[in-house]
């Protein structure tokens, strides 16, 4: 079945350190692939996506990159702040043959404490 | 805004208490997801549906239930059932389409007294 791994936190940074949090998956078909985020005591909120094989997908200064050869899309961002603490989760969708399945697949999350 | 919206935020149970969280979206989404979230397991899907009067068992059915009599609504029942009922549980949305990502509630919070 489809999986997806994701490095092992928790991840400790300073502020305005770089950031990478890796992710690869297995899938059946060509699944697009997901970045989200989830602050203290809320619920996930969407922060990239990318559908196809080396689409990069990007937002507040975070970056991925859908890599098919090594089925990775790590998530990188140049220079944390403090208000970048969170859990971060890499998922992935891949439809069925029948098109009929669009369940998310996720990484079990990364914790992110940046320190100011 | 169009969203999606969990309630209640905390949630308290008894042993043998049956009890049912709300979930209403006004995405006009056809699918809906349920997912219990545990500390260090990420999100697992309880029930998902993606039509009115229809729904699919996910990873970790037994012991909850759901119903889609509308397409804004998908409550959860916990029943007596489940014997770990503690968690933070999660409903989410998504149009019924290729590369869709789903859209989620802020979820509840659920604890056995």
């Known amino acids: 079945g489809d999986s997806v791994t994701q490095m092992e936190g928790p991840v400790t940074l300073s502020e305005e350190a770089f950031l990478t949090i890796n992710c690869t998956y297995t899938a059946t078909g060509y699944p697009s692939l997901f970045w989200y985020v989830q602050y203290p005591g809320e619920g996930l909120q969407l922060l990239l996506k990318?559908?196809?094989?080396?689409d990069k997908g990007s937002n507040k200064g975070f970056e991925a990159t859908y890599r098919k050869e090594t089925t990775s899309f790590h998530l990188e961002k140049g220079s944390v702040q403090v208000s970048d603490s969170a859990v971060y989760f890499c998922a992935l969708t891949a439809p069925s043959s029948g098109g009929s399945n669009y369940k998310l697949t996720f990484g079990k999350g990364t914790l992110l404490t940046v320190n100011p | 805004d169009g969203g999606i919206t969990q309630s209640p935020k905390y949630l308290f149970r008894k042993e043998g208490q049956n009890v049912t969280l709300s979930c209403e979206q006004n995405l006009n989404h056809d699918a809906m997801y349920w997912y219990r979230q545990d500390p260090g397991q990420g999100l697992r899907l309880i029930y998902y549906?993606?039509?009115?009067?229809?729904?699919q068992k996910g990873d970790i059915a037994e012991g909850y239930s759901v119903s889609r009599e509308k397409k804004e609504s998908f409550p959860l029942t916990v029943t007596s059932a489940q014997k770990n009922p503690t968690a933070f549980y999660l409903c989410a949305s998504s149009p019924v389409a290729d590369n869709q990502p789903q859209h989620f509630g802020d979820g509840t919070r659920l604890s056995i007294l």
């Open positions: 549906s993606q039509i009115v009067n229809d729904f």
């Open positions: 990318a559908t196809k094989a080396d």
